[in-house]
C-alpha cells in the first residue's frame, strides 16, 4: 500500500477503535467520519484484511462495515458461532 493508502487505513481503524455504540458503518458513515475521500475508505475496506462486511446487516439498503477487532470484541457470541460455521465472519 501506499503512504496516503496506509495513513487513510490507520485513520479508518482508529475511527472504528474509537466509536461507540453501534459499531456497524456504512462507508458513506466511514468517510465522513474521517473526513478521507470515498472512493479512498472504499480501496482501504475492499483491500485490507482489518475490515468485514456484514452479511446480512444493511443501512437504508447499504452495506455495513466494521474492523475485525471491534467484531470480535462486540458481536454476540451467537453471531461470531454462526460465523464460524458459515465461514465467514457474520
Known sequence: M?????????????????????YWKTLDEISSQTKTDLSVVVNVIT???????????????EPLFTSRKLF???APMMDKIIG???????
Request: proline residues 0%; aromatic residues 10%; hydrophobic residues 25%.
Open 2 to 22: 501506499d503512504n496516503n493508502i496506509e495513513t487513510a487505513k490507520n485513520k479508518i481503524i482508529t475511527f472504528f477503535d474509537n466509536s461507540e455504540g453501534e
Open 47 to 61: 483491500n485490507s484484511g482489518e475490515f468485514v462486511r456484514s452479511s446480512y446487516r444493511k443501512k437504508a439498503g
Open 72 to 74: 470480535r470484541s462486540k
Open 84 to 90: 464460524t460455521f458459515k465461514n465467514r465472519i457474520d
